[in-house]
Nanobody, 125 residues
Framework: QGQLVESGGGLVQAGGSLRLSCAAS????????MGWFRQAPGKEREFVAS????????YSGATVKGRLTISRDNAKNTVYLQMNSLKPEDTAVYYC??????????????????WGKGTLVTVST
């Protein structure tokens, strides 16, 4: 059974940076597309970024593109989310996701195979 464990969240001032990590175990990491979703207080969970097994990347849109960078290290079974120029509206619980059959573009959370438990990112003004 696959397991995803996120780390790297915390409290940061607006304009600061954080790097989230997600370590995978119990699955063939290189066979899975990986990504990040987030859930802000009082809102539904939303897609943030993904990286396919072949390295193709997708981002949720203009609000995160250019500030967030997703990457993966198959040797370490880990996916990263580098977040720069953070804004208070980036405050959310960030969840790591894995899906074998995802190939890029829109990613429905209903099709995700594995979820992490989440890591909280709080951006203060």
């Amino acid at each position: 059974q696959g397991q995803l464990v996120e780390s790297g969240g915390g409290l940061v001032q607006a304009g600061g940076s954080l790097r989230l990590s997600c370590a995978a175990s119990g699955l063939t990491f290189s066979s899975y597309s990986m990504g990040w979703f987030r859930q802000a207080p009082g809102k539904e969970r939303e897609f943030v970024a993904s990286i396919t097994k072949n390295g193709g990347v997708s981002y949720s849109g203009a609000t995160v593109k250019g500030r967030l960078t997703i990457s993966r290290d198959n040797a370490k079974n880990t996916v990263y989310l580098q977040m720069n120029s953070l804004k208070p509206e980036d405050t959310a619980v960030y969840y790591c996701a894995a899906e074998r059959g995802y190939y890029g573009g829109t990613w429905s959370e209903r099709s995700v195979d594995y979820w992490g438990k989440g890591t909280l990112v709080t951006v203060s003004t």
